[in-house]
């Protein structure tokens, strides 16, 4: 099965807005409302921000917000903060086959 | 909030057997509407999705990976284990255990565990 595909980079300065997209295919992101976003600073382990295309878990910042068109899903962090620098991860449920997950290839959030 | 920890050795020759275990330490691993599951990371790289199960032993596996791959439950030490064959430098990541929900994608993780295969 094929990755997700994510850009490699993006920047921004403190208080600006990003958007991270996130394509699949027919099989997953075009019909599963089962897309999850996550944020992984470096050398740590990856933490769920959002889940079901546009569901934030507790104690994840109100400025972090997911959203779907077509077999493309997006993340945006809004109102940047220097703690939001890390890699994003975008995965989804696939049922091409047999039921599996698909990871994105993963975007480097750069604050400037 | 659900915790988990991985646990095994940090070094495996190649053509061996990896082995690992995962330690829920908060919450019980025999719950309907959960799956635990098997996720890795090359160094520098991304994250490659290996495997899941529930409790009563229903797995899902990366179709990659099948052929070498075992994800395995035991409910009376609240405990999942992975176990990947004939392994090579490929195979060498860090390896991360995880709660999920019925689409199998991750919510709670652990900490991760890093795996390197070398004589």
């Known amino acids: 099965q094929s990755a997700l595909t994510q850009p490699p980079s993006v920047s921004g300065s403190p208080g600006q807005s990003v958007t991270i997209s996130c394509t699949g295919g027919?099989?997953?992101?075009?019909?599963?409302?089962?897309v999850s976003w996550y944020q992984q600073p470096s050398g740590t382990a990856p933490r769920l921000v959002i889940y079901?295309?546009?569901n934030r878990p507790s104690g994840v910042p109100h400025r972090f917000s997911g959203s779907k068109s077509g077999n493309t899903a997006s993340l945006t962090i809004s109102g940047l903060q220097p703690e939001d620098e890390g890699d994003y991860y975008c995965s989804s449920y696939s049922s091409g086959g047999t039921s599996h997950v698909l990871f994105g290839g993963g975007t480097k959030l750069t604050v400037l | 909030q659900v915790q988990l920890q991985e646990s095994g050795p940090g070094l495996v020759k190649p053509s061996e057997t990896l082995s690992l275990t995962c330690t829920v330490s908060v919450g019980s691993i025999n719950v309907g509407g959960f799956y635990w599951g098997w996720i890795r990371q090359p160094p520098g790289g991304g994250l490659e999705w290996i495997g899941n199960i529930d409790y009563s032993g229903n797995t899902y596996y990366n179709p990659s990976l099948e052929s070498r791959v075992t994800i395995s439950v035991d409910t009376s030490k609240n405990q999942f284990s992975l176990k990947v064959n004939s392994v090579t430098a490929a195979d060498t990541a860090t390896y991360y255990c995880?709660?999920?929900?019925?689409?199998?994608?991750?919510?709670?993780w652990g900490q991760g565990t890093l795996v390197t295969v070398s004589s």
């Open positions: 995880a709660r999920t929900g019925w689409e199998l994608l991750p919510d709670f």
């Open positions: 027919s099989s997953d992101i075009g019909t599963y409302q089962r």
């Open positions: 079901e295309v546009t």
